[in-house]
């Protein structure tokens, strides 16, 4: 017996589909990393692959969309004034363990979609903004810039994307409790 298909909602599903996707990449990428089949992704939304594709033309695209999310999660934190840099701080380590198409995305530098450096861009200036208040750089010793930071964070992603996915969470407490020491002093 084959399923029947899902009814065509036409264009006004876009919305919907897009977030569906985004979605669904955020977690077949936590669950099975960066390289996991695109049908896999189309699969968990409940669309087709023609929709994946018309909202995603490549696997970067998809990964930026989230990466993108991830960002704006993280700029909602940092506008509260009374942020500090620890709170940015632990929400980027939390996506970094939950979130391989964040990992995957923390080196703008492999890659030569101006999108990318830009959503990066956009995280190093909220650290920056940050760490240039005294009273926000919470517990990061004075001497701490924003390209220490960003190193730490990619410290952390380079090991989180060879832990396996099961492994993610203590790997990731461990190395950020060393990492956070040399950034406390």
């Known amino acids: 017996m084959t399923a029947s298909p899902r009814p065509n909602r036409g264009p006004g599903a876009a919305a919907d589909n897009r977030a569906a996707l985004i979605r669904?990449?955020?977690n077949v990428f936590a669950e099975n990393g960066f390289e996991a089949p695109m049908t896999s992704i189309a699969r968990t939304a409940g669309?087709?692959?023609g929709v994946l594709y018309r909202h995603f033309p490549t696997r970067e695209s998809l990964a930026l969309a989230v990466f993108d999310e991830n960002i704006t999660e993280i700029e909602a934190i940092?506008?509260?004034p009374a942020a500090t840099v620890d709170d940015i701080l632990t929400?980027?380590?939390e996506q970094i363990?939950?979130?391989a198409a964040f990992?995957?995305?923390i080196d703008p530098t492999s890659t030569e979609d101006v999108r990318l450096f830009e959503a990066a861009w956009r995280m190093i200036n909220l650290i920056t903004v940050k760490l240039e208040d005294p009273g926000l750089r919470g517990s990061l010793r004075g001497d701490i810039t924003t390209a220490d930071v960003i190193l730490a964070?990619?410290?952390l992603a380079a090991?989180?994307?060879k832990t396996e996915p099961q492994s993610r969470e203590a790997t990731s407490r461990q190395a950020w409790r060393l990492l956070s020491r040399g950034l406390t002093g």
Do not use: W
């Open 91 to 93: 929400a980027v380590v």
């Open 103 to 105: 990992i995957a995305m």
């Open 47 to 49: 669309v087709g692959q």
């Open 97 to 99: 363990t939950t979130s």
């Open 24 to 26: 669904a990449a955020r």
């Open 153 to 155: 964070i990619s410290m």
């Open 159 to 161: 090991i989180l994307t």
């Open 78 to 80: 940092a506008d509260d």
